[in-house]
RNA sequence: GGAGGGAUGCCCGAGUGGCUAAAGGGGGCGGGCUGUAAACCCGCUGGCUCACGCCUACGUAGGUUCGAAUCCUACUCCCUCCA
């Protein structure tokens, strides 16, 4: 492999961030020159970004490490708008009221990943309602409409797919394209953005903001995309038994988080390490050797590093020493997740279902009736042979706590106060 | 503007008057095997009670009928073709 100049672009290569750039080689000589921005454009639809958003947030986190400035755009005003990208159903428009809040929100995310601030190399969030409010569509039109042909907006796989498949691309569709290719522009002019980043679903919109910086403003700029993330059973990374696996910790405990990684494929354990990690590649190469069921090593230290970053050494420890003491000592993990029963309703005992419900392992009575008929719950790791079994102040362990079990992977603890 | 087709459970998708809480698949959950992996096998998959039963559900609002996801009327949205 060639070697590049700049550290930033090495480090992409070496832990496969990099799909396509536009002109890498230019990109490698201007990022060994000086400060580079970049941006990359997340929604704000909802108040916390999951395990799906979480490539593009370590792209921006190599930028920073390697000596660059990070920019997070937020599409305030594009979600006002809604984006008509992916799936027909269109989004529920939101106010700006909640656009702002679930900034605020996502910021706090940022804030763990990236370093803030006024300084050359700090992050720096953008709102693109800022410009994109005030635009006139006349002025529009004239001054950058222009600059678009239609024919080579016709070229573009987004399009393209959807015209060969004769299904409807709405004018609005169209034109979403030229938005956020404006949006680069903006950034160009206003802090000297040079690049932008983003999956490689974003290639065709992340060109044509390259192409508009250097007609209207004869300026050169770069767009990089990383490659599309599935697991190595073609799954897209994200989901599980709970929901979306969310970035903050009070739509998803660090426990849980934890167990996401902990949970990862065999075959996607290298390569998450090197996109979700810290860790040197040479430390990397290591757990590469290992073998079999060696690999849960390997496992154990992603889940640690990927938690650290996104909650903090203290929350990673916490749930590293709960996993160690449920999964491989049979013992209670402090760090499980935790509800309070009052004593007298212990007393008077509590059905089982019920008491599964009641701390989220089940979502309903009938579902947690299934799951006992089903053999899968457990009250202190003992199966629970019926429904209507009781659980009563007899039940709490030593420490004052029950454990409930859904299967052998979820917990939960039942407190008496 | 005209003609036709469609809207079903988390998703896709059968179903044209009672046997339909609604086929099948996907997804999800649980069990088995294992390494808290993958693959594979089995079970479950609207709510309340779980024994009967009750409630909610097939775009929305009405109607016909002993009885409707299925028929009628109006409305909304989507698609296809023609102008």
Known sequence: MTKHKSDFINTVIERGYLHQCTDIDALDERASNGVVSAYIGFDCTAPSLHVGSLLPIMMLRILQQSGHKPIVLMGGGTTMVGDPSGKDESRQLLDEKAINSNMESIKEIFS??????????????????????????????????????????????????????????????????ILQAYDFLELNRRINCALQMGGSDQWGNIVNGVELTRRVDGKEAFGLTTPLLTTSSGAKMGKTAAGAVWLNADMLSPYDYWQYWRNTEDGDVIRFLKLFTDLPL?????????????????????????????????????????????FEEGKLGGDLPAFDISRSDLESGIQAFEALCRVGLCASNGEAR????????????????????????????????????????RHALLRAI
């Open 112 to 177: 763990r990943f990236l370093t803030f601030g006024d300084g050359p190399t700090d992050a720096v969030m953008i709102n693109n309602a800022d410009w994109l409010k005030e635009l006139n569509y006349i002025e529009f039109l004239r001054d950058y409409g222009r600059h678009f042909s239609v024919n080579r907006m016709l070229s573009f796989d987004s399009v393209k797919l959807r015209l060969e498949r004769e299904q409807t691309l709405s004018f609005l569709e169209f034109n979403y394209m």
């Open 282 to 326: 040479n430390e990397i190469a290591e757990l590469e050797k290992l073998s079999g069921a060696e690999i849960n090593e390997a496992k154990k230290k992603l889940a640690f590093e990927a938690t650290q970053m996104a909650h903090g050494i203290d929350a990673a420890n916490a749930a590293a020493e709960t996993a160690k003491k449920t």
């Open 370 to 409: 299934r799951l006992i008929k089903g053999g899968g719950g457990r009250v202190n790791d003992k199966q629970i042979k019926s429904e209507t079994e009781t659980i009563t102040l007899s039940d709490l362990n030593p420490d004052g706590v029950i454990k409930l079990s859904s299967g052998k992977k």
